[in-house]
């Protein structure tokens, strides 16, 4: 079936930004309606769906007929509608092939989940049909229950925690319950920090656990087909779908992305753009265990204090692996250093009030008293590192924006081992050591944190050797050292070709001039 649906997420500025913008007024209005008025479940208006079939073509698209009591309406036309589960999700509709006979009505319509059209396993959708009548009358029917995207072939099982739910195959009950009791155990800790609320209405996540690595990278969203080819991810959190999909069942990659979708719950205001990484990645690894000394173990035992980065230099991910490898501990040190020393209320009031519309510096300094430059000098000298200097008047960083990238990877790489040559072999991931003396499973590393694919982000405080950061081919970061230079070959062609010109308009203009006679 041709695919006629229409994704109202993003539209694009120029001459037809208004037609797209009054497509999008009509279709976030459609998800109140169905909710209340004329369309809601009991009203005159609601139709009832009979039957609904799904066929799951995992990887490429879910085909569904939903089977509606039109109750001997006469149809003009037919929508249907679907909205992934999420926290800001849009509804996306098709007009779809319909047959209708007597009192009912068939309706057939498909969602790409293929290439373009990526969806993670454990997504779920929404269903609505709306009917409208030739005299203009609009009814709607309801799908009764969520349609979740999961390979059929797969003998999924499922499992509950705190404010969680896991979907997974191939791994003993015993397992699942173990990590459970691990990570409901760093729940309080989460909540305390975070400042989310143990209340009803807050969001339940879901986690799709494959039994390894390798099972999983192919439902990864499309990064690069070598990230496909060499296993490079554990894991991909997707906020925006309140779940996270996970390629070992292993506690602490599951409480890092757990962190991040928590988090993403604490500053989910539309008035800002999403965290710095030194603070959202900070908080997922500090969450881990709920301690800095891990962190601050890893810095003393593998990074000169001179080797420390500047928080203005960490507003998103570093593009070099020796920069990677003192990025996560420093973020996870310095936030652990922020909440053991100010206290979890503190780091829950700052992030209430980035979410409320502060900014990062401004937020920072009217919970903590001082600003973050300044602490982060109080911090630096417990590890014998210089004090950095503080501008008089500090610009806001620029920080990427919400939504970016395709979702938040975990990397196969040992970050507290200290190694940069770790990679990963074809046959699946590379044993990674749980500290110094001691080494863990291959399927299992310890510390795998989320490494977020930058998106050319520019930090505006960054001066000197800041260099141009962006995202390679193969979809790894890059980032070229030194100062920004321009490009001295374009510089000469157009040197080149502006002569070129003037050589031409000279000599053109003096053809036409009359000429002297001897």
């Given at each position: 079936?041709?695919?006629?649906?229409?994704?109202?997420?993003?539209?694009?500025?120029?001459?037809?930004?208004?037609?797209?913008?009054?497509?999008?007024?009509?279709?976030?209005?459609?998800?109140?309606?169905?909710?209340?008025?004329?369309?809601?479940?009991?009203?005159?208006?609601?139709?009832?769906?009979?039957?609904?079939?799904?066929?799951?073509?995992?990887?490429?698209?879910?085909?569904?007929?939903?089977?509606?009591?039109?109750?001997?309406?006469?149809?003009?036309?037919?929508?249907?509608?679907?909205?992934?589960?999420?926290?800001?999700?849009?509804?996306?509709?098709?007009?779809?092939?319909?047959?209708?006979?007597?009192?009912?009505?068939?309706?057939?319509?498909?969602?790409?989940?293929?290439?373009?059209?990526?969806?993670?396993?454990?997504?779920?959708?929404?269903?609505?049909?709306?009917?409208?009548?030739?005299?203009?009358?609009?009814?709607?029917?309801?799908?009764?229950?969520?349609?979740?995207?999961?390979?059929?072939?797969?003998?999924?099982?499922?499992?509950?925690?705190?404010?969680?739910?896991?979907?997974?195959?191939?791994?003993?009950?015993?397992?699942?319950?173990?990590?459970?009791?691990?990570?409901?155990?760093?729940?309080?800790?989460?909540?305390?920090?975070?400042?989310?609320?143990?209340?009803?209405?807050?969001?339940?996540?879901?986690?799709?656990?494959?039994?390894?690595?390798?099972?999983?990278?192919?439902?990864?969203?499309?990064?690069?087909?070598?990230?496909?080819?060499?296993?490079?991810?554990?894991?991909?959190?997707?906020?925006?779908?309140?779940?996270?999909?996970?390629?070992?069942?292993?506690?602490t990659t599951f409480v890092h992305e757990l962190a991040h979708l928590f988090t993403h719950e604490a500053v989910s205001s539309s008035l800002q753009g999403g965290l710095p990484s030194w603070l959202g990645e900070g908080l997922a690894r500090f969450l881990e265990t709920g301690s800095s000394s891990s962190s601050n173990a890893r810095l003393r035992s593998s990074v000169h204090p001179d080797e420390l980065l500047?928080?203005?230099?960490?507003?998103?991910?570093?593009?070099?692996?020796?920069?990677?490898?003192?990025?996560?501990?420093?973020?996870?040190?310095?936030?652990?250093?922020?909440?053991?020393?100010?206290?979890?209320?503190?780091?829950?009031?700052?992030?209430?009030?980035?979410?409320?519309?502060?900014?990062?510096?401004?937020?920072?300094?009217?919970?903590?008293?001082?600003?973050?430059?300044?602490?982060?000098?109080?911090?630096?000298?417990?590890?014998?590192?210089?004090?950095?200097?503080?501008?008089?008047?500090?610009?806001?960083?620029?920080?990427?924006?919400?939504?970016?990238?395709?979702?938040?990877?975990?990397?196969?790489?040992?970050?507290?081992?200290?190694?940069?040559?770790?990679?990963?072999?074809?046959?699946?991931?590379?044993?990674?050591?749980?500290?110094?003396?001691?080494?863990?499973?291959?399927?299992?590393?310890?510390?795998?944190?989320?490494?977020?694919?930058?998106?050319?982000?520019?930090?505006?405080?960054?001066?000197?050797?800041?260099?141009?950061?962006?995202?390679?081919?193969?979809?790894?970061?890059?980032?070229?050292?030194?100062?920004?230079?321009?490009?001295?070959?374009?510089?000469?062609?157009?040197?080149?070709?502006?002569?070129?010109?003037?050589?031409?308009?000279?000599?053109?203009?003096?053809?036409?001039?009359?000429?002297?006679?001897?």
């Open positions: 079936m041709t695919n006629t649906g229409i994704n109202i997420g993003r539209y694009a500025a120029g001459p037809s930004a208004l037609i797209v913008l009054l497509l999008t007024v009509n279709l976030v209005a459609i998800p109140g309606a169905l909710a209340s008025g004329p369309y809601a479940p009991n009203s005159p208006n609601a139709l009832t769906v009979v039957q609904q079939t799904v066929d799951i073509d995992y990887g490429n698209k879910i085909s569904i007929t939903t089977v509606v009591d039109s109750g001997a309406r006469s149809v003009d036309s037919v929508r249907a509608l679907f909205r992934p589960r999420g926290g800001s999700t849009v509804w996306s509709y098709y007009y779809p092939e319909f047959v209708v006979e007597g009192e009912g009505m068939s309706v057939t319509f498909e969602i790409s989940t293929g290439p373009g059209s990526y969806y993670p396993p454990g997504t779920e959708f929404e269903i609505a049909i709306e009917v409208t009548s030739p005299g203009g009358d609009v009814s709607v029917a309801r799908s009764p229950g969520m349609v979740e995207y999961l390979d059929p072939a797969k003998d999924w099982q499922r499992a509950a925690g705190d404010g969680y739910s896991i979907v997974y195959y191939g791994v003993s009950a015993p397992d699942v319950n173990s990590l459970i009791a691990q990570v409901n155990s760093r729940i309080p800790t989460l909540r305390d920090v975070l400042g989310v609320p143990d209340t009803p209405d807050f969001p339940v996540f879901k986690a799709v656990v494959f039994p390894s690595v390798r099972d999983a990278t192919p439902s990864f969203p499309p990064v690069s087909q070598t990230a496909t080819d060499q296993f490079l991810f554990a894991g991909f959190a997707q906020p925006q779908y309140r779940l996270f999909v996970q390629g070992q069942m292993n506690p500047s928080l203005r230099h960490m507003q998103s991910i570093p593009g070099q692996r020796s920069d990677v490898f003192i990025f996560y501990p420093q973020a996870g040190a310095f936030v652990g250093y922020l909440v053991e020393e100010f206290g979890a209320g503190s780091m829950a009031d700052y992030l209430a009030a980035f979410n409320g519309g502060q900014s990062v510096l401004r937020a920072f300094e009217e919970v903590y008293g001082k600003s973050l430059y300044e602490v982060e000098n109080d911090w630096r000298a417990n590890f014998e590192a210089g004090p950095l200097a503080i501008p008089s008047a500090t610009p806001e960083p620029t920080r990427p924006a919400e939504g970016s990238s395709a979702g938040t990877p975990v990397p196969l790489v040992d970050y507290r081992s200290g190694s940069t040559g770790n990679s990963v072999p074809a046959d699946g991931p590379a044993a990674v050591p749980a500290d110094d003396s001691a080494a863990t499973s291959t399927t299992a590393p310890v510390f795998l944190p989320t490494a977020t694919p930058r998106t050319s982000a520019v930090n505006s405080e960054v001066s000197g050797n800041s260099g141009n950061s962006g995202t390679s081919g193969d979809g790894s970061s890059t980032e070229t050292e030194g100062n920004s230079n321009p490009d001295y070959l374009v510089a000469g062609l157009v040197t080149v070709l502006l002569i070129v010109v003037g050589v031409w308009l000279f000599t053109s203009r003096r053809s036409k001039l009359p000429k002297r006679k001897s």
